[in-house]
């Protein structure tokens, strides 16, 4: 495997700030999931990019009423990978989350 580049504290330090701020980001709109602030149709239609970076699982997580284990179950029936991310999902997944949580 090859070695990570050589970066120089001020480049680490950049790219941790970076990485923080984008767990920032993912965190806010799950709580905005969460209060329902904003739907599950306008994450799944957002071209942001904090939205196209959010894991599926941890997306429906998100949502009221749905647990660790309704969620991994939704992802099974629509056969939607566990490590799949929202910018990955297909045209026909999103409709059947759509129909499945009707959020």
Request: charged content about 30%; cysteine-free; hydrophobic content about 40%.
């Amino acid at each position: 495997m090859a070695t990570p580049p050589q970066l120089t504290p001020e480049q680490r330090a950049n790219a941790l700030a970076k990485a923080a701020e984008a767990r920032t980001a993912r965190a806010e709109l799950k709580n905005q999931l969460k209060m329902g602030s904003v739907s599950l149709a306008e994450v799944l239609e957002s071209t942001s990019d904090t939205a196209l970076k959010l894991k599926v699982i941890s997306l429906l997580e998100s949502l009221p009423g749905v647990g660790k284990v309704k969620a991994r179950k939704i992802m099974e029936e629509i056969e939607i990978a566990d490590n799949r991310h929202v910018k990955g999902l297909g045209a026909q997944q999103k409709l059947q989350l759509l129909d499945k949580l009707g959020k």
